[in-house]
T-cell receptor
């Protein structure tokens, strides 16, 4: 699985859009970008995944650059409950093994 | 609520002991994964079972073992416990052996004294 680089921490004001970057410059053609988050010692929660097109679901949007070397997770209207560690993971489509978590980005939503 | 249940929530035991952690996957999910989260190692994949068979192995110690039963629940056995085994242990499940989304349980916090 390709390595990812994320900032260790970010702040965002409540109600604003939170934009979390992820660099994955060594991504292969068959690797997807996944995002999970972990709210204070709870089990990680799946957010979204994508290959090369932008994706949106009820939780977030995922923007992947055309060269696929980086991506941005967007939480459109951040709330205090979005304070969590966000993990960007790159792996082959439907990889049949465990997820490899890095250190992630600790997103703090400020009131 | 992910639909994955884990018991117990907390476990305190002494070094050298053996414990069993239990996981019930979401209804309909055939695959179960175990992860360990410690302060110094972060979230690490231990082992995966699919429909009763071991599917993939991660950084699981030889003192640890797991199994998945016919009703699809899984147990993680940790033996000869050491202080360094103190961690959060998460179970996750997915529909198939290879899927995009894994659903995590609330975890079991193990403290070895």
């Amino acid at each position: 699985d390709a390595k990812t680089t994320q900032p260790p921490s970010m702040d965002c004001a409540e109600g604003r859009a939170a934009n979390l970057p992820c660099n994955h410059s060594t991504i292969s053609g068959n690797e997807y970008v996944y995002w999970y988050r972990q709210i204070h010692s709870q089990g990680p929660q799946y957010i979204i995944h994508g290959l090369k097109n932008n994706e949106t679901n009820e939780m977030a949007s995922l923007i992947i650059t055309e060269d696929r070397k980086s991506s941005t997770l967007i939480l459109p209207h951040a709330t205090l409950r979005d304070t969590a560690v966000y993990y960007c993971i790159v792996r082959v489509a439907g990889g049949a093994d465990g997820l490899t978590f890095g250190k992630g980005t600790h997103l703090i939503i400020q009131p | 609520d992910s639909g994955v249940t884990q018991t117990p929530k907390h476990l305190i035991t002494a070094t050298g002991q053996r414990v069993t952690l239990r996981c019930s996957p979401r209804s309909g999910d055939l695959s179960v994964y175990w992860y360990q989260q410690s302060l110094d190692q972060g979230l690490q994949f231990l082992i995966q079972y699919y429909n009763g068979e071991e599917r993939a192995k991660g950084n699981i110690l030889e003192r640890f073992s797991a199994q998945q039963f016919p009703d699809l629940h899984s147990e993680l056995n940790l033996s000869s416990l050491e202080l360094g085994d103190s961690a959060l242990y998460f179970c996750a499940s997915s529909i198939l052996a290879a899927t995009y989304e894994q659903y995590f349980g609330p975890g079991t916090r193990l403290t070895v004294t």
